[in-house]
């Protein structure tokens, strides 16, 4: 029984795919850095078109692997606030879904 559980824990941590890496949101050509400096992972604004956004700021922290996703804290500089994040990668697509309470918002991000 306890090779099973070994064995399914070691499946999950082969599948989930850590999102480092700089990766680009083409709607307004931002790109963001996702590094793993401590045990999470978390990724900064490293240029962007947008001006309501400022390169160097911190957008992801406190990512953690939770079986195939990441969870973690997005901040949305319009709002000047943090929220829920949840972080799927298929291949060089990044999906980012964001908790605003009263909906749930999907973003695209392309690796660079």
Request: net charge positive.
């Amino acid at each position: 029984m306890k090779l099973i559980a070994i064995t399914i824990f070691l499946v999950n941590i082969i599948n989930a795919t850590f999102p480092e890496g700089i990766w680009i949101y083409k709607q307004d050509s931002s790109r963001i850095e996702i590094k793993k400096p401590n045990e999470r992972l978390s990724g900064v604004l490293i240029s962007t078109k947008n001006p309501e956004c400022k390169a160097g700021t911190l957008v992801l922290k406190d990512l953690i692997n939770c079986e195939g996703y990441f969870q973690g804290q997005y901040y949305i500089s319009s709002k000047e606030r943090w929220v829920e994040a949840k972080l799927m990668q298929k291949k060089n697509l990044l999906i980012i879904e964001l908790d605003l309470g009263y909906k749930i918002k999907k973003t695209h991000w392309y690796k660079g």
